[in-house]
């Protein structure tokens, strides 16, 4: 039984939905994040609280749900003042490092890490604020996500994890070069995430005619709920020419670079073992949220079907846990008591507020978790016209808000989501209960009066800054991998796709 604090591991990807790696029944080939699953806990219904970039990562480092911080999307500052589990693991004596993206928007580009190895991919100013009176932003994504896929011999998101790669992989050696304070390493990547180019080294680790097509795929109009085709014209993938090669492309394209995030965490893991750190390192592996890549017809996120809210979550220290998979919904705000927990920190000695998710340790250790507590996400980004709220209890999974019909769904019975049971009255007294606890969680009113103020003074500043000299929001001004990183008024879909096809 392990009696020191654990250093800590902090892996991440970007869009990674846990139904298509082999610990949840998926067919993508992870021999590394397989090996961490046999030999750790891994939780199967894990979600993350908000849809999209920002918001979740924001909401998973403070312990907060999103609408609480004021992070309604992926413009939204995330404010200094808010402690994160980096601050509070340097309480606990810890070393804290940050390689990867997180997405921070503001002037503080740290947050309680004493460092970041690499500069924000995103733009870190408010030019990515939405709002609610437009339908769409030139950064929002489109069909060519879909009908681009396929191979490249490079692309910025591959340099950006490259650089995250090294960096990571050279601070363990500084820090097996140290004492033996404990550290905190994020190492956060971008890949999955769109675009779906892939080495080829990894594309052809997959037989393309193998690559499944969606399993739930574009149901007819009168058929769908109302968000989903919102989201399909959101996205802009209604009567876009998508043939099922594009889909099929692109899902073996998001397989080939869901292979390429393994090899990276196997490399990490090497390096934890031959620098000796491995035995006393809690690794923790998981995602900021999914992907639909096709199902039901949609791509990307910013939907609570299960595809886009659930995250894989495995925590590997065979120091102390044994080999399990937990069956109980947790979330990604869960994450900020659980290393606390391990860090042998006590948060009610030290939290100047509530926080909204609890400890997984007890889980980890076997501890019955019959009784855990339901699981909240939200909605307040573009691509809805008022917030749009998630609740998940047991078997049932609630959506409301957002200007549409109340949707009802039964987990066990319907995993892929198809059977609306909102109007049952089999299941009236579980939607009662969901929407209890919505009311209880959300002033729907009161939340939507302050997304359009925040909005509204977002654009304004932002607009502002681009008169005369503009501020500098990063941490690192110089560096020699900027070229990958996304600045000034290009947009993403043109940015993104800087790579150097194989056609």
């Not at 998710?357 to 250790?365: F, I, N, T």
Request: with cysteine.
């Amino acid at each position: 039984m392990a009696t020191k604090q654990p250093n800590l591991l902090f892996i991440q990807a970007d869009q990674l939905k846990p139904q298509v790696l082999p610990m949840y029944g998926g067919p993508a080939l992870t021999p590394h994040v397989s090996r961490l699953a046999d030999s750790g806990v891994t939780f199967d219904n894990a979600y993350c609280n908000f849809p999209l970039c920002a918001p979740s990562r924001f909401s998973m480092l403070s312990g907060m749900l999103a609408s609480k911080i004021g992070a309604y999307d992926n413009g939204a500052e995330f404010p200094a003042h808010l402690p994160t589990m980096a601050h509070y693991l340097r309480l606990a004596g810890y070393r804290t490092s940050l390689s990867g993206k997180q997405h921070f928007v503001g002037p503080d580009m740290l947050h309680g890490f004493e460092e970041r190895l690499v500069p924000e991919l995103y733009p870190t100013d408010f030019s990515w604020t939405p709002s609610w009176e437009e339908l769409r932003m030139d950064s929002n994504n489109n069909a060519s996500g879909v009908t681009r896929s396929g191979v490249c011999k490079r692309s910025v998101q591959i340099d950006h994890d490259e650089a995250v790669f090294y960096r990571a992989k050279a601070k363990l050696h500084d820090f097996a070069r140290m004492d033996d304070t404990p550290f905190f390493l994020v190492a956060s990547f971008t890949h999955p995430h769109e675009p779906y180019y892939a080495l080829q080294q990894y594309w052809d680790l997959y037989r393309h005619d193998d690559i499944s097509l969606p399993d739930t795929p574009l149901q007819p109009e009168e058929a769908r709920e109302v968000h989903t085709t919102r989201m399909l014209h959101h996205a802009m993938l209604i009567d876009s020419g998508i043939t099922d090669e594009h889909v099929r492309t692109a899902r073996h394209g998001y397989l080939a670079n869901v292979s390429y995030f393994d090899d990276m965490v196997g490399g990490l893991i090497k390096t934890l073992k031959d620098t000796g750190l491995l035995e006393n390192t809690a690794i923790v592996v998981t995602a900021d949220h999914g992907d639909m890549l096709g199902e039901h017809g949609l791509f990307y996120k910013k939907h609570f079907f299960e595809d886009c809210i659930r995250v894989p979550l495995i925590l590997h220290w065979p120091e102390r846990f044994g080999a399990s998979h937990q069956s109980r919904p947790s979330s990604l705000v869960d994450l900020l008591p659980t290393l606390c927990d391990l860090a042998g920190l006590a948060l009610e000695d030290h939290a100047p507020h509530p926080l909204d998710g609890q400890s997984l340790v007890s889980a980890c250790e076997g501890a019955d978790t019959s009784t855990a507590a339901p699981v909240y996400a939200e909605i307040t980004s573009e691509g809805v016209p008022t917030p749009m709220f998630m609740v998940r209890k047991e078997r049932y999974k609630l959506l409301s808000g957002g200007d549409a019909p109340p949707v009802l769904f039964d987990l066990v019975n319907d995993p892929h989501e198809r059977s609306n049971l909102a109007s049952d009255p089999a299941h009236a007294d579980a939607r009662r209960d969901l929407e209890a606890l919505t009311q209880a969680q959300w002033d729907s009113d009161t939340l939507q009066t302050l997304i359009t103020i925040s909005q509204r003074q977002r654009r304004l500043v932002h607009a502002a800054q681009q008169k005369g000299k503009s501020p500098n929001w990063e941490h690192q001004t110089e560096d020699a991998t900027t070229p990958w990183i996304h600045r000034g008024p290009e947009g993403y879909n043109d940015w993104a796709w800087k790579g150097i096809d194989d056609t």
